[in-house]
């Protein structure tokens, strides 16, 4: 059992995936269909344990609904255009593209590495502008339709990152990242009025 060596099986596995593009979606219109998305990562640095814990039960479940019969949409992209990855850009004194592209690559080949099922062909970067002209595009809808607005209304703000925190990154008033005690700022904010199309969604 001595020439035994796990890292060899595994690449020699996920070429062989990775030719036969099994993880690639296939029309086939007797089949289900079914999407499975998960938070996409910020690329700031490294994966660490919490990812994979997070990511290994998403690709654990749709392996289960491909071996179901389902015809799985399983993209992966990256949570690029926001201030996570420009704070730590600004921290290692680089250029905050170079630094997110950088880590994009290094958090796809860990993905790749742990064996995760994603469709790569469906990548996204949100800070690419083919994706972020569609954000664009959805809010302008939503104001035109007066579902989006203004208003003054106090948010939860970590001084440390620089950024408004939903309520859920609050955790026992610290911030879910950095630690840092959690301020009140009143601010005007925008706003989607979800209630008038939350019907639509389910």
Not at 60 to 74: H, N
Request: proline residues 4%.
């Amino acid at each position: 059992m001595n020439d035994y060596n796990p890292q060899k099986i595994d690449e020699k596995w996920q070429q062989k995936w990775e030719e036969a593009k099994i993880f690639e979606v296939q029309k086939d219109p007797k089949k289900k269909k079914y999407y499975i998305l998960e938070m996409y990562p910020y690329p700031s640095g490294k994966l660490h344990i919490g990812h994979l814990r997070n990511y290994t039960v998403g690709d654990a479940f749709t392996r289960f609904k491909r071996m179901c019969g389902f015809q799985i949409l399983y993209p992966m992209g990256y949570d690029s255009f926001g201030l996570p990855a420009e704070n730590a850009a600004i921290d290692e004194g680089v250029n905050p593209e170079e630094w997110t592209n950088l880590n994009i690559d290094i958090v796809r080949n860990q993905l790749k590495r742990i064996g995760l099922s994603y469709d790569w062909t469906r990548e996204i970067h949100s800070h690419d502008p083919n994706y972020f002209k569609w954000d664009q595009w959805f809010f302008l809808k939503m104001f035109e339709k007066d579902l989006a607005y203004r208003e003054d209304s106090y948010i939860n703000w970590c001084p440390q990152c620089a950024t408004v925190l939903a309520n859920e990154q609050v955790q026992g008033g610290h911030c879910w990242r950095c630690n840092s005690e959690v301020e009140q700022k009143f601010l005007t904010q925008w706003f989607l009025k979800i209630r008038s199309y939350a019907e639509e969604l389910l």
